[in-house]
C-alpha cells in the first residue's frame, strides 16, 4: 500500500490533455502525481474530498510581469487566486537584469512608467542582490514563492548593459557590441531561459521610457534583432516573446531563429494597451499562413474585458499621443502644471471627437468616463457617479477641461471608471477556439493602478465556456494549461499525468465567478492596487501543496519552484507559515 501526501478523492477530473472528464482520485506524493485512478486513502497524510468539483490542472499564464512582485508577494496574487500555478516574467523586452548597481534606479523608473509599477514601492520591495541575469535567476530560485516561475532573457536591459542606455536608442550594435549581446543571450540561455523577449512598437509605442521615448526594443535595429534571433537556432532551443512588429519581419525572426514564437496580442476590440495591430482575422490568416510555410508562431489572446478604473497620477497609456504626452510626463508638479496649461490644452481639444472610439489607449470616449472618487470630499460629493459628458453640459465646459479640472482639483486622484466593455461574443468563440490561440496576456504585476486582466482563467471557464458554451471544458483546460506550457517549452507540468507536477485547481463550476474591483493597501512602501477576488475556488494546488482555500485564503505555503529550461530546478524554499493568512 502506497503512502501519499495528499489524496483528491471523488472529483470529476478534467486532466488538460482533452480526454473526456472522468470521475476518479488523485494520489499525490513529493511534489508529483503518483497515481490517477481509485486511490486508497489509508496511508494518505490529507485527504481533499472533492465530490461534485472540477479537479484541473493548474493554469499557465505567459504574460505576467511579476518580475518585482514576486519579492513581496511570493504567490503573485491576483492571478494565484484565479488558479493560475505557473507564470512567466521577462515579457515584453523589460526587465531588471542585467542592471550594473549604478543603473539600478534608472531601471525600475523605467518600469514605473511602462509598466504602472511605483518606484517607490520597487525601491522598497526587491532585493537586487544580481547584477547579470543568470543570477537574476538564482536570486529567484532561491526567494520563497508560491507559484511557480520561468523567464524570457528581456532584449532591453540587454542592451542597456552592454551598450548604454542612450546609444541603444540611438544606433545599431557595432561588432563587438553584438558579439557580447549574443554571448549574454546564450549565457542566460544555458542558465535555463526560455528564450527572447522585445516589444517591436516602434516611434508611436504606447508603452514608453520614464523620458517619455519609446523602449529599447522598439527602436532597435533589425538586423541586430535578426543576430540575436539566431543565438536559439545556434542552441537549438528556446522561444521568442514579440509584442507587435510587422509581419514581414516576425517572419525573418523565425526563419533566423528556427524556433517558435509567441506573437501579442490577438484582440476582438483592442487589448489593454489599446493595439489592434489592424484586423483580427487578416492576423489569424497570417498565423496560419506562417505554420503552414513551418514559421510556428502562437498568437497569446486577449480572452477577456479590459475595463479600467484609472487616475492621472499613474495611468500612463495615453502615451502613444504626443500631445497627451506633453500633459502625463514628469512629476505630480509637472504634469498638474502642464494640465493647467491652456495651451497644452489647445491640441487636446482640437482631436477630441465624442464619435471616436478610441480615447488614448481606451476603447471608450473621454466623454463616457464615469466620475469614481478621489481625495477631496467636496469634489466626491459633487460628482460622484457623474459622466462627464454630463458634466461637460451642466457647467457648460468642454469635456477635456471637464476631466483635467476635476483632476486638477484632487492632485490627480480622480478615479474615472470605463463603461462596462462590450464583448461580440460570436468574435470572441472564434478567437478563442482558433487553433493557434492561447488565451492570456494577463499583465499580471504590470498596471495594477487601473487593469485587473488576472481574472482571464475565470473568466474564461466561467462565462465563455459555462455561460456561453463557447467550447467545452476538455478543450478549455487545454487552452489555459497544456497548450501554453507545450508553447513555452515547459516540460514538467500543464496537465494531470502520473509523474507531472501535482499544480491542480479545484473548483464548483456553478459557483465559478470574481468579485467586483476592489482597493487593497498590500504593498511595500504604503502602496495600493485593485483586485477582484474569485469565487468557486476550494483549493489551489502547487506541487501538491495547498495555498489557497476558499477564494483566496492563503495557507501560507510556498511550495513553487524556479523552472529552468521550463523544468523545476531545486526544492521549494519554505517560509513560516501563516494559516489562513488572506495575502491582501
Known amino acids: 500500500m502506497k503512502d501519499y501526501d495528499l489524496v483528491i478523492q471523488n472529483g470529476t ?21 503518483e497515481t490517477i485512478g481509485k486511490v486508497d486513502i489509508d496511508n494518505a497524510t490529507e485527504v481533499i474530498d472533492a465530490e461534485g468539483k472540477i479537479v484541473a490542472p493548474g493554469f499557465v499564464d505567459l504574460h505576467t510581469h511579476f518580475d518585482s512582485q514576486v519579492y513581496w508577494d511570493p504567490w503573485c496574487t491576483m492571478n494565484s487566486w484565479h488558479g493560475v500555478t505557473t507564470v512567466t516574467i521577462g515579457n515584453c523586452g523589460f526587465g531588471f537584469a542585467p542592471c550594473k548597481p549604478e543603473d539600478r534606479d534608472a531601471s525600475m523608473k523605467t518600469m514605473e512608467r511602462n509598466e504602472a509599477v511605483r518606484f517607490e514601492t520597487m525601491k522598497e520591495g526587491m532585493p537586487w542582490d544580481w547584477e547579470t541575469h543568470p ?36 544606433r545599431k550594435c557595432n561588432e563587438e557590441e553584438r558579439k557580447e549581446i549574443c554571448r549574454l543571450i546564450e549565457e542566460s540561455m544555458e542558465a535555463g531561459s526560455l528564450g527572447i523577449s522585445a516589444q517591436r512598437l516602434g516611434k508611436g509605442s504606447v508603452q514608453r521610457d520614464t523620458d517619455g521615448t519609446p523602449m529599447i526594443t522598439d527602436l532597435m535595429d533589425e538586423e541586430d534583432f535578426i543576430a540575436f534571433a539566431k543565438v536559439l537556432k545556434k542552441l537549438g532551443r528556446g522561444f521568442m516573446q514579440v509584442l507587435g512588429g510587422e509581419f514581414d519581419f516576425n517572419e525573418r525572426l523565425m526563419e533566423a531563429s528556427g524556433r517558435p514564437m509567441i506573437w501579442n496580442a490577438l484582440v476582438t476590440i483592442a487589448d489593454q494597451h489599446g493595439l489592434t495591430f489592424g484586423s483580427l482575422w487578416d492576423t489569424t490568416a497570417w498565423i496560419e ?56 490644452r489647445i ?21 463616457k468616463l464615469r466620475y469614481g472618487e478621489g481625495d477631496n470630499i467636496d469634489v466626491h460629493n459633487k460628482y460622484e457617479g457623474r459622466v ?48 493557434f490561440s492561447i488565451p492570456g496576456l494577463s499583465d499580471g504585476g504590470a498596471h495594477m493602478k487601473f487593469l485587473t486582466a488576472g481574472i482571464y482563467p475565470t473568466y474564461f471557464l466561467g462565462t465563455l465556456c459555462r455561460d456561453n458554451s463557447v467550447m467545452s471544458l476538455e478543450k478549455a483546460h487545454w487552452k489555459l494549461s497544456a497548450y501554453p506550457a507545450q508553447v513555452a517549452g515547459i516540460k514538467d507540468r500543464g496537465h494531470l499525468t502520473e509523474g507531472y507536477a501535482a499544480d491542480v485547481v479545484i473548483y464548483d463550476l456553478d459557483e465559478l465567478d470574481y468579485m467586483p474591483m476592489e482597493r487593497v493597501q498590500d504593498f511595500p512602501a504604503d502602496d495600493w492596487r485593485l483586485v477582484q477576488r474569485p469565487k468557486g475556488y476550494k483549493y489551489i494546488i502547487v506541487n501538491g501543496v495547498v495555498t489557497f482555500t476558499d477564494d483566496s485564503k492563503c495557507t501560507g505555503e510556498t511550495p513553487g519552484r524556479f523552472l529552468r529550461n521550463g523544468v523545476a530546478s531545486a526544492p521549494p524554499v519554505k517560509i513560516v507559515k501563516e494559516d489562513n493568512k488572506d495575502v491582501a
Open 13 to 33: 477530473i478534467i486532466d488538460g490533455k482533452r480526454t473526456p472528464r472522468f470521475k476518479g482520485d488523485i494520489g499525490i506524493r513529493d511534489g508529483k502525481i
Open 135 to 170: 543570477e537574476f535567476m538564482d536570486s529567484l530560485e532561491n526567494t520563497p514563492k508560491g507559484v511557480n516561475i520561468a523567464t524570457f532573457t528581456p532584449l532591453g536591459p540587454l542592451m542597456m548593459y552592454v551598450m548604454g542606455k542612450e546609444a541603444a536608442k540611438t
Open 289 to 344: 499562413k506562417c505554420n503552414a510555410e513551418g514559421k510556428r508562431v502562437v498568437g497569446h489572446a486577449v480572452t477577456v474585458p479590459t475595463d479600467y478604473q484609472f487616475q492621472l497620477i499613474d495611468f500612463n497609456l495615453f502615451d502613444s499621443d504626443p500631445d497627451w504626452r506633453a500633459v502625463t510626463i514628469g512629476t505630480l508638479e509637472d504634469k498638474i502644471k502642464n494640465m493647467s496649461d491652456p495651451a497644452l
Open 347 to 367: 491640441p487636446l481639444k482640437e482631436k477630441y471627437n465624442p464619435k471616436h472610439t478610441f480615447f488614448g489607449a481606451m476603447a471608450v470616449n473621454i466623454d
Open 388 to 435: 462627464i459628458e454630463e458634466i461637460a453640459e451642466t457647467e457648460n465646459k468642454h469635456p477635456i477641461d471637464v476631466f483635467l479640472d476635476i483632476s486638477i482639483s484632487e492632485n490627480l486622484s480622480s478615479r474615472w471608471v470605463t463603461p462596462p466593455q462590450e464583448i461580440d461574443m460570436e468574435g470572441m468563440a472564434r478567437l478563442a477556439n482558433h487553433p
